[in-house]
Every structure is written in C-alpha cells, then in structure tokens.
C-alpha cells in the first residue's frame, strides 16, 4: 500500500540515522533531523503506523525503531538519495583502476616473455579487447548552430565531432548537456549507454531538439571504434640466430610486420575454445610470414572473452613442444584472468620469468 509524505520522511529519517550510529531512533530525535513541521507526539504515532505496516522494528518497548527488512527495501527503491562521489574518491579509484590494468600489461607481456624463453622464438600475446570508456565530455559552444563535441577515452585519446544544427540553440542549453553528460556518461561502457539512459538525460536537461541522441551517438560511435586488445612481442632479435633468417632483408620483413600492433590483432588464430592452432608457411595470410610459421594457444581473459599466446619461427620448429609448452601458459593464463587458480608455481614464473638457462627452446 502508498504511505503519505510525512511517513516517507520519517522512514527515511529513521534509515539515515541507524546507518549512522546504530542506534534505535526515537521520535525526539527525528523531530530535530528532520523538518516535519508537527510534533513529537504525531511523529510517534506515525512510528507506530510504520511499524504496524512491517518497515520499522522496536527492539524493546521503551526503545525507539529500527529499519526492517521491508523499510530497508522500500529505502532503496524509493526514498535513498543517490550520493556522488568526490573528486579525491573519484581519482582515487581511477588510480586504481589503472594499476590493475598497468598489472595485466605487465602480464601479458611477462607470459610472452616466458614463451619466448621456454621456445627460443619470438613471442606475441594478444589481449582481449576491452570496452573503452569516455573519462570526460567538452562541448564547445561555437555558435547558435553549431558546436564541437570534444571526447576524452580512458586511454587519454581525444575524440571530437563539429555538430551543424538545421535550428538554433543557446549556449546554456549546451552548458548543461556538458555537464549532464560528464555526470552520467563517464566511466561506464557502450554497452550502458542504454535509450532509458538516453531518455533520463533528455529529461533532466528539458532537451526537446534531439541534442542528447546526437552526443550519445557520437558516444557510442567513437567508442566502438576505440573497443581493441592490446598486443605484446617479445624477443624479436631471436629470430636472427635461426640459419633460415641470416639474410637481413629476410629477417627485417617479418620483425617489421611483428613490430605493428594492428597486423597481430588481424591474425588468424582466435579461437573460443582451448585448442592450439598451428600456421605453416604459406598459410598465413600475411606475405611477410610466407616462410615462418605461426603456434597460437587461447586463453580464457574472463568476462566471456578470450587472448592469444603464441610464437612466430621457421618451418622446421618442433611443433609438438612448442605447441605443449604455449598449452600450458595459456592454461594457467586462463586460470589466473579467467576461473579458477594457476597451476603451483605458475604465477610466479610469469610474473618473475624465473627460468634458468638449460630451460630455453632449442632447435
């Protein structure tokens, strides 16, 4: 059933105030907190109301009330206020943030590291793509038809877009869809960006012109463009102690085409299941590795996403134990980023590279 006003501001007096000092709240003191305009004697009739309804409990009979189960819920979906975090907190969980992902590059680029020791080739490991975010939104007032939406990512690259508007709109308008976006758009992926989202923005800035669906737009355009993995190689000069890449021009070619981020998130190899795949020679596609071939294993990055390790050598590689040894890192890669715990020792040779010399892959 609908509670009146007055028994809304009471509950929430009561909730605020437990959370707050976990103590039973009387009617005096919610008399003083809150701004009711009647006295203690009706505030505790509504008290008794409320408790007969099931949102508050009395403890013992002289003592005052406390929230629920119910009036906790009837909280949290009608009366909580939602708080904003402060700047320091703000910067404090993007700090964070980072440093977890700064961990997860050096990771990656470790268990490569580690493939390329245990193989003696060059090793690449291609991480999942992750789901860019905008960190703040300037829109540049140029005129009354025209303005610049300006987008910084995550990653600290800047996005921006001249909007040219077929009507006029004031700057203030404009002022307020900055700050309504900075409030509700950062720090959260495309995939939130939702039309209820979209409609609520619409709404709070009285946009009647379909400015928040042109800026949203242009949102999620520029971050689904910006969604990629990350890609590591490591021991690249390996390559010229295999007799098949003594010509320098030969061996350029293929360092060149590892040395391009773009061209290894484009190999082939991204399998959804745990199997090893194997690229000899002319198969590859790219012509710069027409005379190598390509071990690629999969591994479960979580979230429902998968990465590659893999090594680049010639044709005449020892398969089996490269694909065996590539197996195993990408299991315990799987079990570190995706469910579950690494094989003993496993984490502790990818984050050290702990491998002696006699270990090192031989051809």
Known sequence: MDISPRKKKILAAVVDEYIRTAEPVGSKTIAAIA????SSATIRNELSELTALGYLEQPHTSAGRIPSPHGYRFYVNELMERQKLSIE??????????????????????????????TGYPALTLSAPRAATAKRFDL???DANTFIIVLLLGNNTVKNKLVHLPFSVEQGQIQKLAALFNAGFTNI?????????????ERAARD????????????????????????????????????????PDKAHRVISYLSDSQHLMGLPGKATDDSVRVIIGPENVAEELRDSSVVMASYDAGAGQRGLIGVVGPLRMDYSAVAAKLQ????????????????????????????????????
């Open 140 to 142: 540049l007032y140029i």
């Open 35 to 38: 701004d009711l305009g009647c």
């Open 208 to 247: 009647t012109m379909g400015l928040t669906s042109i800026i949203a737009a242009y949102t999620i355009e520029a971050l689904s463009q910006s969604r990629e993995g990350a890609a590591f190689v490591t021991g690249e000069s390996s390559l010229l102690r295999q007799p098949e890449f003594r010509d």
């Open 328 to 363: 195993y890192i990408a299991d315990g890669l799987s079990r570190l980023l995706g469910a579950g715990e690494a094989p003993a020792g496993f984490g502790k040779m990818i984050l050290k590279g702990d491998i002696s010399d006699d270990e090192h892959g031989t051809d």
């Open 89 to 118: 907190e703000t910067e404090t969980i993007n700090q964070r943030l980072n440093q977890k992902m700064e961990q997860l590059d050096r990771l990656m680029s470790d268990a490569g590291r580690l493939a390329g020791q245990l």
């Open 189 to 201: 992926p495309e995939e939130e960006i939702t039309p209820v989202l979209i409609s609520a923005t």
